[in-house]
């Protein structure tokens, strides 16, 4: 079984900090997401990256960046939190078309104060 | 717009009362359609893939149908420990190989 590993589950920051949320995954998938999820909202896709080195704006990029260095670690970037990037932060990964869906990892529950 | 909605936003059940959850999408072309099982503070968990309408699958209690326009996710005598929230998810045939989410239904089986 892949294996998506996300290294906090739990993060409190403060407002204005830069913030690191990693994601790694053990198997050769080309497809890595970063989704956010919000009460009455669902998921929504920040970036994706289909590659190393390659990146893609989902719905909801402002305020965020993104890494992918290595094929198995894709790392999302808080430049300057805020209180409204609350949330609980997914990573997913899926291998070719993405036709077989998504793994997930656990999560982080970010908190900005 | 590519759009997947999901009903109701919340169910309380009984132990053993069947029911079922529903996943309506508007979409350009359907290239699969997820379902996901996701507890309180834990990612979300794969259950099924739909390809083609008349397509079933099933698990345990849960089966899941697919037509043209929707899914269902019928429970079976449920049990407490089914209570989770249902993610329902499309895969387009154009665009990126993202997956478009519904917002999920929020089941609760009492004992």
């Known amino acids: 079984d892949v294996k998506v590993t996300q290294s906090s589950r739990y993060l409190v920051k403060r407002t204005g900090e830069k913030v690191f949320l990693e994601c790694v995954q053990d198997?050769?998938?080309?497809?890595m997401f970063w989704y956010r999820q919000d009460p009455g909202l669902g998921l929504r896709l920040i970036y994706f990256?289909?590659?190393?080195?390659m990146k893609e704006k989902g719905d909801i990029p402002e305020g965020y960046s993104v890494s992918r260095e290595k094929k198995e670690r894709f790392s999302l970037i808080l430049e300057s939190a805020s209180t409204n990037q609350t949330s609980m932060y997914l990573c997913?990964?899926?291998w070719g078309g993405g036709g077989y869906g998504y793994t997930f990892g656990s999560g982080t529950r970010l908190t900005v104060v | 717009e590519d759009q997947v909605t999901q009903s109701p936003e919340a169910l309380r059940l009984q132990e053993g009362e069947s029911s079922s959850l529903n996943c309506s999408y508007t979409?350009?072309?359907?290239?699969?359609l997820f379902w996901y099982r996701q507890d309180p503070g834990k990612g979300p968990e794969f259950l099924f893939t739909?390809?083609?309408a008349g397509e079933e699958k099933e698990k345990e209690r849960l089966k899941a149908t697919l037509t043209k326009k929707e899914s269902f996710l019928h429970i079976t005598a449920p049990k407490p420990e089914d209570s989770a929230t249902y993610l329902c998810?499309?895969?387009?045939?154009?665009?990126?190989?993202?997956?478009?989410f519904g917002q999920g239904t929020r089941l609760t089986i009492n004992p």
């Open positions: 990256s289909y590659d190393v080195k």
């Open positions: 997913a990964t899926s």
């Open positions: 198997m050769d998938h080309e497809n």
């Open positions: 998810a499309v895969h387009l045939i154009q665009g990126a190989q993202k997956l478009v």
């Open positions: 739909l390809y083609s």
């Open positions: 979409v350009s072309g359907l290239r699969g």
